[in-house]
């Protein structure tokens, strides 16, 4: 079936998501929505962020996509299951995703979760990795302060590692083998984070088994593209064009990829 992957993001986040999906899905067309003008989604309350993630999922099914991915831990926590409800094609999200690579990953079931403060405040991650072990122990850590330095494109330097390691301080005293990067924006930083927590600590990211869980519900759903056409990526922002275009070309490894405004 030759119709796009909407996926959707507060920002610039998602689109470390996208890097794996276009890995694992390379026939498949993405078109892509960052909504820079409202990000950052984790100081919002449920209702904002549900409001907003509805509009860019109806936004892109005008656009006639096959699947949703929600490349945004908070929208995941709040808007993936009445959105399920809703769209007539599969919804997925990152928070399972996240949870299942760090149960992978994890020896002691002692698990750091860094997000932001609407992530956190939901819970979703305690409740998706307690559902896979019981008895894994949780320390989670709001970082609001990382997501508006990625979307900014200053997360290189002595000042972004200095932000890093302020940040994380708090899990200092904590013990823990595997932390998940509970915010798509992250994996941007994760060379930094890695640094700040140490060679002991397996840092993982839900971007990769989101996108085995979007190739796999394709093949269930028998909606793979089986053309040959090279695939025509777009990818959308709804505020300033150029600081996403100059993230988009950093991360995003196409050739001549050009980033359009969009209103929702």
């Not at 993405?30 to 962020?49: H, K, L, N, S, W």
């Not at 929208?75 to 990152?94: I, R, Y």
């Not at 709001?142 to 290189?156: H, N, T």
């Not at 932000?163 to 998940?180: C, F, G, N, R, S």
Request: glycine share 6%; charged share 20%.
């Amino acid at each position: 079936m030759n119709a796009p992957i909407g996926v959707i993001d507060s920002g610039v986040g998602g689109l470390t998501v996208v890097k794996e999906m276009l890995r694992y899905l390379p026939n498949e067309t993405i078109y892509y929505i960052g909504d820079t003008a409202r990000c950052p989604y984790g100081p919002r309350t449920g209702e904002q962020v549900l409001t907003f993630t509805t509009e860019m999922a109806e936004k892109l099914a005008s656009m006639n996509i096959k699947m949703l991915v929600i490349a945004c831990n908070t929208a995941t926590a709040v808007a993936l299951e009445p959105l399920q409800a809703v769209c007539d094609f599969p919804v997925v999200g990152v928070i399972n995703a996240g949870a299942t690579a760090a149960i992978k990953e994890t020896k002691t079931h002692e698990i750091a979760v860094i997000a932001t403060a609407g992530t956190v405040k939901s819970g979703a991650y305690e409740e998706a990795i307690y559902s896979l072990f019981s008895k894994s122990k949780i320390h989670s850590l709001a970082c609001p302060a990382l997501v508006p330095m990625v979307e900014s494109g200053q997360y290189d330097g002595p000042f972004a590692l200095e932000l890093v390691e302020k940040t994380l301080a708090p899990l200092k005293e904590a013990t823990y083998d595997t932390m998940i990067l509970g915010c798509t924006h992250y994996p941007i930083i994760q060379d930094l984070i890695e640094k700040v927590v140490g060679e002991g600590v397996h840092v993982v990211s839900s971007a990769t088994e989101t996108a085995k869980n979007a190739r796999d519900l394709l093949e269930f759903y028998n909606l793979e593209n089986t053309e040959q056409e090279v695939p025509k990526h777009r990818f959308f922002a709804t505020g300033s064009v150029p600081m996403f275009q100059q993230i988009l070309s950093n991360w995003i490894e196409l050739p001549n990829i050009q980033a359009e405004k969009i209103n929702l």
